[in-house]
């Protein structure tokens, strides 16, 4: 019994360690002509697994003229490098088995992000797609609660267009001895530091829309992503108070 248990569990891990947040495939984007295309993709992810290990973030290009295909792919940045590369190693893997035909595909996890498109789109804000995930508890006392959230959100969108801390923002607050609240925004490091508040700027903005007096919610666009809950999920790891939490999903198409 106790055997089937841990299998159990084991399969349930190995399935949330491949399974992302979510993809966008383009189908406005299919990949056509000569093969060269796919080709190019397939040397470029490799690249990106190659590179994102190293720094945790690349941005860069594979072939010419019409067939080059430009990628991007970054970790979050308190994640440390080993869960880094395998996280952007299953984002590789998944990408080309979600997104079979596209020339345009994105794909999400908590711990990483990693993209392609034969059009460059490097150093541009895109908050066209976007993928909202809440928690399905309503927080007890909205007004305190927003304007605590609204004032860390403030506070960590500063930290994170500061060029030395490469787009990421975290923080915590203690609304009570017992409740902390968690907080962090991650730009993609192409950005310059005003798309970068603007990207958090929408994201934060959407807040009353879909994680509206939600004790949690994430924001996952192409340019930035956005996080609050009231339990610790950023590295450091703080012990107290931790707990899971069901989370609904919501995607916004362009
Ligand atoms: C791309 O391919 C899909 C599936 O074959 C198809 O439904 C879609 O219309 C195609 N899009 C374009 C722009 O050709
Ligand atoms: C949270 O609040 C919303 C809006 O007031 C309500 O529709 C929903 O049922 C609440 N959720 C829970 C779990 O109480």
Known sequence: MALLQSLVLLLFLYICAADPLGEFCNKDS???GNGMISANIDNLLAELVA??????YIATSYGKDQDKVFGLAQCRGDVDSKDCASCIQDAAKQIRQRCVNQADARIWYDYCFLRYNTENFVGKVDTSFGIFYYNVENV????SFNKELGALMDEIRSQAVVPKNEGLGKGETTLSPFVTLYALVQCTRDLSQIDCAQCLAIAVGNFPNFCNNKKGCRVLYSSCYVRYELYPFFFPLDSKNALADTSIKVVVSP
Do not use: F, I
């Open 30 to 32: 299919n990949v056509s």
């Open 140 to 143: 007890t006392d909205p007004k």
């Open 51 to 56: 590179e994102t290990a190293k720094t945790g």
